[in-house]
Protein backbone atom coordinates (compact mmCIF):
# COMPACT_ATOMS: atom_id res chain seq x y z
CA UNK A 1 0.00 0.00 0.00
CA UNK A 2 1.43 3.13 -0.95
CA UNK A 3 2.13 5.21 2.03
CA UNK A 4 1.97 9.50 1.42
CA UNK A 5 4.00 12.06 3.42
CA UNK A 6 1.62 14.12 5.64
CA UNK A 7 2.94 17.26 3.02
CA UNK A 8 1.78 15.61 0.04
CA UNK A 9 -1.68 14.41 2.01
CA UNK A 10 -2.73 17.60 3.25
CA UNK A 11 -2.11 19.00 -0.52
CA UNK A 12 -3.85 16.76 -2.23
CA UNK A 13 -6.58 16.62 0.32
CA UNK A 14 -6.92 19.95 -0.47
CA UNK A 15 -6.45 20.40 -3.58
CA UNK A 16 -9.33 18.33 -3.96
CA UNK A 17 -11.56 20.23 -2.15
CA UNK A 18 -10.51 23.10 -4.10
CA UNK A 19 -10.85 21.02 -7.39
CA UNK A 20 -14.26 20.41 -6.33
CA UNK A 21 -15.79 23.43 -4.95
CA UNK A 22 -14.07 25.78 -7.95
CA UNK A 23 -15.23 23.12 -10.58
CA UNK A 24 -18.47 22.57 -9.04
CA UNK A 25 -18.33 26.97 -9.18
CA UNK A 26 -17.91 27.20 -13.05
CA UNK A 27 -19.87 24.41 -13.98
CA UNK A 28 -22.74 26.28 -12.41
CA UNK A 29 -21.52 29.32 -13.77
CA UNK A 30 -21.01 27.74 -17.24
CA UNK A 31 -24.70 26.21 -17.03
CA UNK A 32 -26.42 29.80 -15.72
CA UNK A 33 -24.74 31.24 -18.91
CA UNK A 34 -25.42 28.87 -20.83
CA UNK A 35 -29.04 28.75 -20.16
CA UNK A 36 -29.34 32.45 -20.13
CA UNK A 37 -28.04 32.27 -23.57
CA UNK A 38 -30.42 29.27 -24.52
CA UNK A 39 -33.10 31.24 -23.20
CA UNK A 40 -32.27 34.58 -25.42
CA UNK A 41 -32.04 32.47 -28.53
CA UNK A 42 -35.45 31.22 -27.48
CA UNK A 43 -36.99 34.73 -27.30
CA UNK A 44 -34.98 35.94 -30.69
CA UNK A 45 -36.60 32.69 -32.30
CA UNK A 46 -39.91 33.88 -31.42
CA UNK A 47 -39.25 37.75 -32.14
CA UNK A 48 -38.26 36.52 -35.56
CA UNK A 49 -41.73 34.92 -35.96
CA UNK A 50 -43.36 37.97 -34.38
CA UNK A 51 -40.92 40.01 -37.24
CA UNK A 52 -42.19 37.79 -39.87
CA UNK A 53 -46.18 37.76 -38.74
CA UNK A 54 -45.66 41.68 -38.83
CA UNK A 55 -43.65 41.72 -42.19
CA UNK A 56 -46.80 39.33 -43.59
CA UNK A 57 -49.31 41.62 -42.25
CA UNK A 58 -48.19 44.69 -43.85
CA UNK A 59 -47.36 43.09 -46.70
CA UNK A 60 -50.52 41.49 -47.12
CA UNK A 61 -52.46 45.13 -45.79
CA UNK A 62 -50.72 47.08 -48.42
CA UNK A 63 -51.83 44.33 -51.75
CA UNK A 64 -55.54 44.53 -49.78
CA UNK A 65 -55.15 48.10 -50.64
CA UNK A 66 -54.04 47.84 -53.81
CA UNK A 67 -56.74 45.57 -55.13
CA UNK A 68 -59.56 47.93 -53.42
CA UNK A 69 -58.30 50.61 -55.42
CA UNK A 70 -58.07 49.23 -58.54
CA UNK A 71 -61.26 47.90 -57.96
CA UNK A 72 -62.69 51.59 -57.64
CA UNK A 73 -60.93 53.01 -60.39
CA UNK A 74 -63.67 53.89 -63.40
CA UNK A 75 -61.48 52.84 -66.36
CA UNK A 76 -61.27 49.16 -65.20
CA UNK A 77 -65.02 49.37 -64.50
CA UNK A 78 -65.51 50.76 -67.82
CA UNK A 79 -63.36 47.71 -69.51
CA UNK A 80 -65.37 45.40 -67.29
CA UNK A 81 -68.70 46.40 -68.75
CA UNK A 82 -68.08 45.45 -72.11
CA UNK A 83 -67.59 41.49 -70.66
CA UNK A 84 -65.42 40.66 -73.78
CA UNK A 85 -62.70 38.56 -72.68
CA UNK A 86 -60.51 39.54 -75.81
CA UNK A 87 -61.23 42.97 -74.82
CA UNK A 88 -60.62 42.99 -71.08
CA UNK A 89 -57.44 41.10 -71.81
CA UNK A 90 -55.86 43.42 -73.90
CA UNK A 91 -56.93 46.27 -71.68
CA UNK A 92 -56.02 44.99 -68.66
CA UNK A 93 -52.03 45.07 -68.61
CA UNK A 94 -51.76 48.74 -67.77
CA UNK A 95 -53.97 47.85 -64.81
CA UNK A 96 -51.26 44.74 -63.93
CA UNK A 97 -48.44 46.86 -64.51
CA UNK A 98 -49.84 49.87 -61.76
CA UNK A 99 -50.71 46.98 -59.25
CA UNK A 100 -47.02 46.15 -59.72
CA UNK A 101 -48.31 42.09 -58.29
CA UNK A 102 -46.84 39.25 -60.01
CA UNK A 103 -50.34 37.96 -60.36
CA UNK A 104 -53.32 39.55 -62.16
CA UNK A 105 -56.98 38.55 -62.67
CA UNK A 106 -59.92 39.88 -63.71
CA UNK A 107 -62.93 37.62 -64.07
CA UNK A 108 -66.86 37.53 -64.03
CA UNK A 109 -69.29 37.36 -61.17
CA UNK A 110 -69.49 33.86 -61.59
CA UNK A 111 -65.43 33.34 -61.91
CA UNK A 112 -65.14 33.12 -65.50
CA UNK A 113 -61.52 34.37 -66.51
CA UNK A 114 -61.68 37.66 -68.58
CA UNK A 115 -58.10 38.84 -68.09
CA UNK A 116 -55.03 37.08 -66.80
CA UNK A 117 -51.31 38.02 -66.21
CA UNK A 118 -48.48 36.21 -64.39
CA UNK A 119 -45.04 37.12 -64.06
CA UNK A 120 -43.69 33.59 -63.76
CA UNK A 121 -44.97 31.58 -66.77
CA UNK A 122 -46.37 27.91 -65.66
CA UNK A 123 -49.27 29.04 -64.44
CA UNK A 124 -52.26 28.61 -66.41
CA UNK A 125 -55.67 30.75 -66.39
CA UNK A 126 -57.40 27.72 -65.89
CA UNK A 127 -55.77 26.83 -62.95
CA UNK A 128 -56.53 30.49 -62.20
CA UNK A 129 -60.03 29.93 -62.72
CA UNK A 130 -60.65 27.23 -61.15
CA UNK A 131 -59.15 28.95 -57.91
CA UNK A 132 -61.35 31.80 -58.24
CA UNK A 133 -64.47 30.59 -58.38
CA UNK A 134 -63.63 28.11 -55.15
CA UNK A 135 -62.76 31.90 -53.69
CA UNK A 136 -65.99 33.20 -55.00
CA UNK A 137 -67.73 29.92 -53.34
CA UNK A 138 -66.20 30.94 -50.08
CA UNK A 139 -66.77 34.37 -50.20
CA UNK A 140 -63.24 35.01 -49.91
CA UNK A 141 -61.49 38.45 -49.76
CA UNK A 142 -57.81 36.99 -49.24
CA UNK A 143 -56.94 33.78 -50.47
CA UNK A 144 -53.75 30.77 -51.12
CA UNK A 145 -53.93 29.48 -54.23
CA UNK A 146 -51.71 26.67 -54.94
CA UNK A 147 -51.08 24.67 -58.44
CA UNK A 148 -48.11 23.17 -60.64
CA UNK A 149 -45.56 23.43 -57.55
CA UNK A 150 -46.40 27.13 -57.57
CA UNK A 151 -47.75 29.54 -54.41
CA UNK A 152 -50.01 32.76 -54.61
CA UNK A 153 -51.02 34.76 -52.00
CA UNK A 154 -54.38 36.16 -53.98
CA UNK A 155 -56.59 39.22 -52.56
CA UNK A 156 -59.75 39.52 -54.35
CA UNK A 157 -62.39 42.73 -54.42
CA UNK A 158 -65.54 42.85 -56.22
CA UNK A 159 -65.78 45.29 -58.86
CA UNK A 160 -69.05 47.32 -58.36
CA UNK A 161 -70.83 49.66 -60.86
CA UNK A 162 -73.62 52.23 -59.96
CA UNK A 163 -74.46 54.05 -56.96
CA UNK A 164 -75.85 52.53 -53.34
CA UNK A 165 -79.27 51.89 -54.73
CA UNK A 166 -78.55 50.42 -57.81
CA UNK A 167 -75.34 48.86 -57.88
CA UNK A 168 -74.22 45.55 -59.77
CA UNK A 169 -71.47 43.44 -60.23
CA UNK A 170 -69.00 43.49 -62.84
CA UNK A 171 -66.90 41.47 -62.14
CA UNK A 172 -64.09 40.17 -59.30
CA UNK A 173 -60.18 41.94 -59.08
CA UNK A 174 -57.85 39.13 -57.92
CA UNK A 175 -54.14 40.58 -57.11
CA UNK A 176 -51.13 38.55 -55.49
CA UNK A 177 -47.83 37.78 -55.32
CA UNK A 178 -46.00 34.12 -55.72
CA UNK A 179 -44.03 32.74 -52.66
CA UNK A 180 -40.65 32.05 -53.52
CA UNK A 181 -37.22 32.32 -52.96
CA UNK A 182 -37.04 36.41 -53.07
CA UNK A 183 -40.02 36.31 -50.83
CA UNK A 184 -38.36 34.33 -48.34
CA UNK A 185 -34.93 36.80 -48.24
CA UNK A 186 -37.32 39.44 -47.71
CA UNK A 187 -38.74 37.86 -45.19
CA UNK A 188 -35.20 37.04 -43.81
CA UNK A 189 -33.96 39.95 -44.16
CA UNK A 190 -37.13 41.55 -41.51
CA UNK A 191 -36.84 38.83 -39.05
CA UNK A 192 -32.89 38.77 -38.73
CA UNK A 193 -33.29 34.72 -38.82
CA UNK A 194 -33.03 32.10 -42.43
CA UNK A 195 -36.85 31.28 -43.65
CA UNK A 196 -37.96 28.23 -45.22
CA UNK A 197 -41.82 28.41 -46.88
CA UNK A 198 -43.70 24.77 -47.46
CA UNK A 199 -46.53 23.75 -48.59
CA UNK A 200 -48.15 20.62 -46.84
CA UNK A 201 -44.89 18.51 -46.62
CA UNK A 202 -42.66 20.08 -49.50
CA UNK A 203 -40.35 23.53 -49.03
CA UNK A 204 -40.98 25.67 -51.93
CA UNK A 205 -38.85 28.83 -50.84
CA UNK A 206 -35.98 29.28 -48.37
CA UNK A 207 -32.92 30.75 -47.89
CA UNK A 208 -30.82 27.67 -47.29
CA UNK A 209 -28.27 26.17 -49.51
CA UNK A 210 -29.50 23.30 -50.87
CA UNK A 211 -28.06 20.71 -48.72
CA UNK A 212 -29.62 22.38 -45.62
CA UNK A 213 -33.22 22.80 -46.96
CA UNK A 214 -33.11 18.98 -48.21
CA UNK A 215 -31.89 17.83 -44.78
CA UNK A 216 -34.78 20.41 -42.74
CA UNK A 217 -37.06 18.82 -45.41
CA UNK A 218 -36.32 15.12 -44.86
CA UNK A 219 -35.08 15.10 -41.04
CA UNK A 220 -36.02 17.95 -39.22
CA UNK A 221 -39.26 19.53 -40.51
CA UNK A 222 -41.35 16.48 -39.49
CA UNK A 223 -39.96 17.06 -35.69
CA UNK A 224 -40.65 20.94 -35.88
CA UNK A 225 -44.37 19.87 -36.96
CA UNK A 226 -44.52 17.75 -33.82
CA UNK A 227 -44.09 20.61 -31.48
CA UNK A 228 -45.16 23.69 -30.18
CA UNK A 229 -41.97 26.58 -29.51
CA UNK A 230 -38.41 26.43 -30.61
CA UNK A 231 -35.62 24.15 -30.10
CA UNK A 232 -32.11 23.73 -31.50
CA UNK A 233 -31.45 21.26 -34.79
CA UNK A 234 -28.69 20.60 -36.65
CA UNK A 235 -28.74 21.35 -40.57
CA UNK A 236 -25.95 20.80 -43.26
CA UNK A 237 -23.34 20.35 -39.28
CA UNK A 238 -24.64 23.68 -37.98
CA UNK A 239 -26.27 24.43 -34.98
CA UNK A 240 -29.76 26.30 -35.33
CA UNK A 241 -32.53 27.45 -33.00
CA UNK A 242 -35.57 26.55 -35.04
CA UNK A 243 -39.56 27.37 -34.60
CA UNK A 244 -42.55 26.55 -36.80
CA UNK A 245 -45.68 29.02 -37.86
CA UNK A 246 -48.73 27.60 -39.49
CA UNK A 247 -49.85 30.27 -42.02
CA UNK A 248 -52.39 28.82 -43.31
CA UNK A 249 -54.36 25.71 -43.03
CA UNK A 250 -55.94 24.44 -46.63
CA UNK A 251 -57.54 23.65 -48.69
CA UNK A 252 -56.00 23.45 -51.08
CA UNK A 253 -53.07 23.59 -49.07
CA UNK A 254 -51.56 24.22 -45.87
CA UNK A 255 -48.90 26.66 -45.39
CA UNK A 256 -45.81 26.57 -42.69
CA UNK A 257 -43.05 29.24 -42.27
CA UNK A 258 -39.89 27.99 -40.74
CA UNK A 259 -37.39 30.31 -38.94
CA UNK A 260 -34.14 29.31 -38.39
CA UNK A 261 -31.33 31.41 -36.33
CA UNK A 262 -27.74 30.59 -36.62
CA UNK A 263 -26.49 29.63 -32.88
CA UNK A 264 -22.75 29.54 -34.18
CA UNK A 265 -22.16 33.00 -32.61
CA UNK A 266 -23.68 31.73 -29.46
CA UNK A 267 -21.35 28.33 -29.88
CA UNK A 268 -18.57 30.25 -30.47
CA UNK A 269 -19.28 32.77 -27.28
CA UNK A 270 -19.65 29.39 -24.94
CA UNK A 271 -16.45 27.88 -26.73
CA UNK A 272 -14.65 31.18 -25.41
CA UNK A 273 -16.16 31.00 -22.42
CA UNK A 274 -15.33 27.19 -21.75
CA UNK A 275 -11.78 28.09 -22.74
CA UNK A 276 -11.73 30.93 -20.11
CA UNK A 277 -13.24 28.89 -17.21
CA UNK A 278 -10.50 26.02 -18.15
CA UNK A 279 -7.48 28.92 -18.01
CA UNK A 280 -9.35 29.92 -14.94
CA UNK A 281 -9.76 27.18 -12.91
CA UNK A 282 -5.78 25.39 -14.20
CA UNK A 283 -4.36 28.69 -12.77
CA UNK A 284 -6.46 28.66 -9.81
CA UNK A 285 -4.81 24.81 -9.24
CA UNK A 286 -1.55 26.11 -10.05
CA UNK A 287 -1.77 29.25 -7.92
CA UNK A 288 -3.34 27.29 -5.32
CA UNK A 289 -0.47 24.31 -5.48
CA UNK A 290 2.40 26.75 -4.95
CA UNK A 291 0.70 28.31 -1.95
CA UNK A 292 -0.32 25.05 -0.08
CA UNK A 293 3.01 23.94 -0.84
CA UNK A 294 4.22 27.00 0.91
CA UNK A 295 1.72 25.96 3.90
CA UNK A 296 1.86 22.73 4.01
CA UNK A 297 6.29 22.92 3.98
CA UNK A 298 5.39 25.32 7.17
CA UNK A 299 2.77 23.44 9.05
CA UNK A 300 4.73 19.99 8.48
CA UNK A 301 8.18 20.95 8.68
CA UNK A 302 8.45 20.44 12.30
CA UNK A 303 6.81 17.13 11.52
CA UNK A 304 9.23 15.88 9.55
CA UNK A 305 12.24 17.12 12.26
CA UNK A 306 10.06 14.78 14.46
CA UNK A 307 10.00 12.05 12.14
CA UNK A 308 14.04 12.64 10.67
CA UNK A 309 14.56 11.90 14.73
CA UNK A 310 12.71 9.25 15.33
CA UNK A 311 14.86 7.62 12.28
CA UNK A 312 17.79 8.33 13.72
CA UNK A 313 16.58 7.03 17.05
CA UNK A 314 15.67 3.78 15.30
CA UNK A 315 18.81 3.72 13.68
CA UNK A 316 20.25 3.60 17.44
CA UNK A 317 21.94 7.60 16.93
CA UNK A 318 20.24 9.09 20.11
CA UNK A 319 22.88 12.34 19.36
CA UNK A 320 20.88 13.46 16.32
CA UNK A 321 19.53 16.56 17.66
CA UNK A 322 16.01 18.18 16.45
CA UNK A 323 15.04 21.81 17.18
CA UNK A 324 11.14 21.68 18.15
CA UNK A 325 8.70 24.42 16.63
CA UNK A 326 5.32 25.25 15.20
CA UNK A 327 2.42 25.27 17.37
CA UNK A 328 2.50 24.56 21.01
CA UNK A 329 1.18 21.05 20.59
CA UNK A 330 4.05 20.14 17.96
CA UNK A 331 6.81 22.10 20.19
CA UNK A 332 5.69 19.93 23.22
CA UNK A 333 5.75 16.71 21.03
CA UNK A 334 8.86 17.48 20.13
CA UNK A 335 10.46 18.12 23.85
CA UNK A 336 8.59 14.98 24.95
CA UNK A 337 10.23 12.90 22.02
CA UNK A 338 13.75 14.43 23.16
CA UNK A 339 12.94 13.26 27.07
CA UNK A 340 11.90 10.21 25.95
CA UNK A 341 15.56 10.05 23.81
CA UNK A 342 17.47 10.55 26.32
CA UNK A 343 15.61 7.81 28.59
CA UNK A 344 16.27 5.79 25.89
CA UNK A 345 19.72 6.10 25.77
CA UNK A 346 20.27 5.66 29.24
CA UNK A 347 17.95 2.23 29.04
CA UNK A 348 19.94 1.01 26.19
CA UNK A 349 23.42 1.72 28.23
CA UNK A 350 21.97 0.03 31.40
CA UNK A 351 20.31 -2.79 28.68
CA UNK A 352 23.90 -3.36 26.94
CA UNK A 353 25.96 -2.85 30.46
CA UNK A 354 23.86 -6.24 31.63
CA UNK A 355 24.00 -7.98 28.40
CA UNK A 356 27.73 -7.66 28.54
CA UNK A 357 27.72 -8.81 32.03
CA UNK A 358 25.76 -11.81 30.94
CA UNK A 359 27.36 -12.81 28.51
CA UNK A 360 30.27 -12.70 29.85
CA UNK A 361 28.97 -14.95 32.41
CA UNK A 362 27.75 -17.56 30.29
CA UNK A 363 31.06 -17.27 28.43
CA UNK A 364 32.99 -18.03 31.38
CA UNK A 365 30.52 -20.65 32.20
CA UNK A 366 30.84 -22.70 29.21
CA UNK A 367 34.68 -21.77 29.43
CA UNK A 368 35.18 -23.56 32.71
CA UNK A 369 32.65 -26.46 32.01
CA UNK A 370 34.59 -27.53 28.85
CA UNK A 371 37.97 -26.46 30.77
CA UNK A 372 37.00 -28.83 33.53
CA UNK A 373 35.84 -31.75 31.75
CA UNK A 374 39.18 -31.63 30.16
CA UNK A 375 41.30 -30.83 33.01
CA UNK A 376 39.42 -33.42 34.93
CA UNK A 377 40.17 -36.08 32.22
CA UNK A 378 43.79 -35.26 32.08
CA UNK A 379 43.52 -35.37 36.40
CA UNK A 380 42.26 -38.82 35.94
CA UNK A 381 44.59 -40.29 33.21
CA UNK A 382 47.55 -38.70 35.01
CA UNK A 383 46.77 -40.89 37.99
CA UNK A 384 45.79 -43.79 36.34
CA UNK A 385 49.41 -43.20 34.70
CA UNK A 386 50.92 -43.07 37.78
CA UNK A 387 49.45 -46.47 39.19
CA UNK A 388 49.52 -47.96 35.57
CA UNK A 389 52.07 -50.58 36.66
CA UNK A 390 50.69 -51.74 40.17
CA UNK A 391 46.99 -51.46 38.07
CA UNK A 392 48.54 -52.97 35.02
CA UNK A 393 46.98 -50.47 32.79
CA UNK A 394 48.09 -49.71 28.91
CA UNK A 395 50.11 -46.84 29.05
CA UNK A 396 50.11 -45.89 25.37
CA UNK A 397 46.18 -45.83 25.80
CA UNK A 398 46.36 -43.43 29.01
CA UNK A 399 48.72 -41.47 26.71
CA UNK A 400 46.43 -40.92 24.34
CA UNK A 401 43.71 -40.28 26.65
CA UNK A 402 45.82 -37.50 27.80
CA UNK A 403 46.88 -35.94 24.51
CA UNK A 404 43.09 -36.23 23.04
CA UNK A 405 41.91 -33.75 26.54
CA UNK A 406 44.69 -31.67 25.75
CA UNK A 407 44.46 -31.55 21.82
CA UNK A 408 40.26 -30.74 23.15
CA UNK A 409 41.24 -27.23 25.39
CA UNK A 410 44.06 -26.30 22.51
CA UNK A 411 41.55 -26.46 19.91
CA UNK A 412 38.61 -24.38 22.45
CA UNK A 413 41.52 -21.70 23.53
CA UNK A 414 42.32 -21.34 19.70
CA UNK A 415 38.60 -21.15 19.25
CA UNK A 416 38.38 -18.23 21.50
CA UNK A 417 41.47 -16.39 20.56
CA UNK A 418 39.88 -16.40 16.60
CA UNK A 419 36.94 -15.28 17.96
CA UNK A 420 38.57 -12.52 19.93
CA UNK A 421 40.02 -11.10 16.62
CA UNK A 422 38.64 -8.33 15.29
CA UNK A 423 40.78 -8.55 12.27
CA UNK A 424 41.58 -11.99 10.33
CA UNK A 425 44.69 -12.93 9.66
CA UNK A 426 44.75 -14.93 6.79
CA UNK A 427 47.53 -16.69 4.41
CA UNK A 428 46.27 -16.02 1.22
CA UNK A 429 47.68 -18.15 -1.59
CA UNK A 430 46.31 -20.49 -4.53
CA UNK A 431 44.23 -23.41 -3.81
CA UNK A 432 41.82 -25.58 -5.24
CA UNK A 433 38.70 -25.59 -2.73
CA UNK A 434 37.76 -29.23 -3.27
CA UNK A 435 41.02 -30.41 -2.29
CA UNK A 436 40.72 -28.18 0.77
CA UNK A 437 37.45 -29.57 1.63
CA UNK A 438 38.88 -33.68 0.87
CA UNK A 439 41.50 -32.32 3.81
CA UNK A 440 38.64 -31.14 6.31
CA UNK A 441 36.45 -34.58 5.39
CA UNK A 442 39.82 -37.09 6.19
CA UNK A 443 40.14 -35.14 9.31
CA UNK A 444 36.41 -35.64 10.22
CA UNK A 445 36.35 -39.49 9.09
CA UNK A 446 39.91 -39.89 11.06
CA UNK A 447 37.79 -39.54 14.16
CA UNK A 448 36.97 -43.28 15.98
CA UNK A 449 32.77 -42.32 15.63
CA UNK A 450 33.19 -40.90 12.25
CA UNK A 451 35.05 -43.92 10.58
CA UNK A 452 32.03 -45.12 9.06
CA UNK A 453 29.65 -42.46 7.72
CA UNK A 454 29.35 -41.87 4.31
CA UNK A 455 30.43 -38.51 2.78
CA UNK A 456 30.27 -37.70 -1.05
CA UNK A 457 32.03 -34.71 -2.37
CA UNK A 458 30.86 -33.38 -5.95
CA UNK A 459 32.65 -30.66 -7.82
CA UNK A 460 31.59 -28.73 -11.18
CA UNK A 461 33.69 -26.20 -13.05
CA UNK A 462 37.08 -24.74 -11.75
CA UNK A 463 38.51 -25.00 -8.69
CA UNK A 464 41.30 -22.93 -8.22
CA UNK A 465 40.91 -20.02 -5.86
CA UNK A 466 42.50 -17.59 -3.39
CA UNK A 467 42.44 -18.35 0.17
CA UNK A 468 43.33 -19.56 3.38
CA UNK A 469 43.65 -23.02 3.04
CA UNK A 470 44.41 -23.77 6.56
CA UNK A 471 41.21 -21.41 7.83
CA UNK A 472 38.83 -23.26 5.17
CA UNK A 473 39.54 -26.85 5.66
CA UNK A 474 38.58 -25.88 9.38
CA UNK A 475 35.65 -24.18 8.30
CA UNK A 476 34.63 -27.46 6.63
CA UNK A 477 35.55 -29.75 9.57
CA UNK A 478 33.24 -27.89 11.55
CA UNK A 479 30.45 -27.67 8.71
CA UNK A 480 30.84 -31.75 8.41
CA UNK A 481 30.98 -32.25 11.75
CA UNK A 482 27.95 -30.65 12.79
CA UNK A 483 26.13 -32.38 9.70
CA UNK A 484 27.28 -35.60 11.52
CA UNK A 485 26.19 -35.25 14.55
CA UNK A 486 22.89 -34.22 13.40
CA UNK A 487 22.27 -37.55 11.40
CA UNK A 488 23.77 -39.99 14.05
CA UNK A 489 20.60 -41.11 14.41
CA UNK A 490 19.94 -41.94 10.62
CA UNK A 491 23.72 -42.82 9.77
CA UNK A 492 22.51 -41.42 6.47
CA UNK A 493 24.68 -39.60 3.66
CA UNK A 494 26.38 -36.42 4.08
CA UNK A 495 26.21 -35.00 0.56
CA UNK A 496 28.88 -31.82 -0.64
CA UNK A 497 28.33 -29.97 -3.71
CA UNK A 498 30.79 -27.54 -5.07
CA UNK A 499 29.78 -25.26 -7.56
CA UNK A 500 32.10 -23.03 -9.20
CA UNK A 501 30.91 -19.88 -10.26
CA UNK A 502 33.23 -16.68 -12.38
CA UNK A 503 33.42 -14.74 -9.50
CA UNK A 504 32.83 -16.71 -6.24
CA UNK A 505 32.64 -20.55 -5.11
CA UNK A 506 28.64 -21.93 -3.69
CA UNK A 507 29.85 -24.86 -1.33
CA UNK A 508 26.36 -26.75 0.39
CA UNK A 509 27.24 -28.99 3.02
CA UNK A 510 23.57 -31.32 3.11
CA UNK A 511 22.40 -33.55 5.97
CA UNK A 512 19.32 -35.54 6.36
CA UNK A 513 18.87 -34.77 9.99
CA UNK A 514 15.69 -33.54 12.22
CA UNK A 515 16.71 -29.96 11.00
CA UNK A 516 17.92 -26.59 13.12
CA UNK A 517 15.56 -26.40 16.59
CA UNK A 518 13.40 -23.13 15.93
CA UNK A 519 15.03 -21.71 19.66
CA UNK A 520 18.20 -20.91 17.88
CA UNK A 521 17.28 -20.69 14.29
CA UNK A 522 17.89 -16.95 14.96
CA UNK A 523 21.03 -16.96 16.74
CA UNK A 524 22.63 -20.17 15.56
CA UNK A 525 26.14 -18.23 14.16
CA UNK A 526 26.58 -16.62 18.18
CA UNK A 527 29.45 -17.83 19.95
CA UNK A 528 28.25 -20.06 22.75
CA UNK A 529 24.95 -21.59 21.26
CA UNK A 530 24.77 -25.28 20.93
CA UNK A 531 21.55 -27.21 21.13
CA UNK A 532 20.73 -31.29 21.41
CA UNK A 533 24.77 -31.80 22.11
CA UNK A 534 26.15 -33.57 24.93
CA UNK A 535 30.08 -32.02 24.55
CA UNK A 536 29.55 -28.89 22.17
CA UNK A 537 30.80 -25.69 22.59
CA UNK A 538 28.78 -23.64 21.00
CA UNK A 539 32.17 -21.95 19.30
CA UNK A 540 31.77 -23.82 15.52
CA UNK A 541 29.71 -22.11 13.21
CA UNK A 542 30.52 -19.21 14.92
CA UNK A 543 33.91 -19.71 13.46
CA UNK A 544 32.42 -20.63 10.31
CA UNK A 545 30.89 -17.35 10.28
CA UNK A 546 33.85 -15.13 10.93
CA UNK A 547 36.39 -17.03 8.92
CA UNK A 548 34.27 -16.78 5.53
CA UNK A 549 33.43 -13.30 6.35
CA UNK A 550 36.95 -12.31 6.93
CA UNK A 551 37.51 -14.00 3.24
CA UNK A 552 34.19 -11.46 2.28
CA UNK A 553 32.01 -14.22 1.45
CA UNK A 554 28.85 -15.15 3.68
CA UNK A 555 27.48 -19.03 5.20
CA UNK A 556 23.34 -18.99 5.31
CA UNK A 557 20.88 -21.82 6.43
CA UNK A 558 19.29 -22.18 2.65
CA UNK A 559 16.71 -24.49 4.01
CA UNK A 560 15.99 -26.64 7.11
CA UNK A 561 13.34 -29.21 7.62
CA UNK A 562 12.57 -32.25 9.63
CA UNK A 563 13.54 -33.79 6.40
CA UNK A 564 17.12 -32.28 7.14
CA UNK A 565 19.43 -29.11 6.45
CA UNK A 566 21.30 -27.31 4.04
CA UNK A 567 24.12 -24.95 4.62
CA UNK A 568 24.79 -22.44 1.92
CA UNK A 569 28.66 -20.92 2.08
CA UNK A 570 29.51 -18.08 -0.38
CA UNK A 571 33.71 -17.63 -0.68
CA UNK A 572 34.67 -15.36 -3.09
CA UNK A 573 37.20 -16.72 -5.60
CA UNK A 574 39.67 -14.02 -4.68
CA UNK A 575 38.73 -12.62 -1.33
CA UNK A 576 38.52 -8.99 -1.36
CA UNK A 577 39.45 -8.35 1.62
CA UNK A 578 38.90 -4.54 3.45
CA UNK A 579 40.56 -5.17 7.41
CA UNK A 580 41.60 -8.70 6.81
CA UNK A 581 45.46 -8.49 7.31
CA UNK A 582 47.55 -10.79 4.77
CA UNK A 583 50.50 -12.79 6.56
CA UNK A 584 53.36 -13.86 4.07
CA UNK A 585 53.52 -17.74 3.37
CA UNK A 586 56.56 -19.70 4.55
CA UNK A 587 57.93 -21.40 1.83
Partial sequence: MLRL????????????IICGLLGALLLVVRHTVRSEIADGARQSTDASLHAFENVQHERDLQLSRTAAMLAELPTL??????????????????????????????????????????SEPGWQSGVAEADIKKSIEQDDDAAWWYGNGRLYRVFLRPILAGNDGNQRQLGIIAVGYQIDAKVAEELAQASGSQIALAVDDKIIASTLSPQKQQELQTDVRPGLDAISGSREVMLGGDPYQ?????????????VRCYVLMSLQPVNAFLDRLNRTILILGLSSMVLAALLLTFVSRTITHPLDELVAGVRALAQGDYAYSINPRGTSEVAELGETFSKMRAELLISEQRRFATERIAAFGRAASSISHDLRHYLAAVVANAEFLYEAEKLKLNRDEIYGEIKTASEQMTDLLDSLREL????????????????????????????????????????????????????????????????????????????????????????????????VPAPIRNTLFDPFVSFGKSNGTGLGLAIVNKVIGDHGGCVVVEDTSQAGTTFLVKLPRAAHLLTAVMQPVNS
Fill in 242 to 254: AAAILIYQGPPAS
Fill in 77 to 118: KAVMATQHAATIQDASEPFWKLAGSQLFVLSSSEGEVFGFHV
Fill in 5 to 16: RLRTQLLIATLV
Fill in 420 to 515: SREDGALALRPAAIDQTIRHAVDAVRARAEMRNRTISLRMSGEAMGMFDPQKIERVFINLVLNACEASEQTQSEIAIDIESLPESFEIRVIDHGPG
